[in-house]
């Protein structure tokens, strides 16, 4: 992923942690109506990353992800689906494990098995 990619989904997560919603993220629909996108575009193609604040003082980074067509807004199937698995494995840590020790904490969840 380039780097400024990283900048701007970087960015777009500290607003979230801060209680905002940046420019660039919009809520997703219907399963993952708790789940908001980030939208990064660069020369090299178009950039989505997906988190949860339904929890209390975390953040859950659930996907990152180049995406493969330019045509359509739509989000592969394969994709959601990913991410709709991926959020039930942050319900099942934040069960187990509670609200972090500090406040705004992000985690990642790319790899929930771990």
Known sequence: MPDDVKDEVGHSLRIA????RADNTSPMKGNLRTVS?????????A???TYT???EDVIYVLD????????????PKSD?????????AARVHYEEHGPPDIQGRIIL????KS
């Open 17 to 20: 942690q801060q209680g905002g």
């Open 37 to 45: 996108e980030i939208r990064a575009e660069e020369s090299s193609g």
């Open 47 to 49: 950039y989505r990353a």
């Open 53 to 55: 604040t339904q929890f």
């Open 64 to 75: 990152v992800f180049k995406k493969k067509s330019r045509r359509g807004i739509a989000t």
């Open 80 to 88: 959601l689906k990913r991410i709709e698995q991926r959020l039930k």
């Open 109 to 112: 969840m790319t790899n929930p």
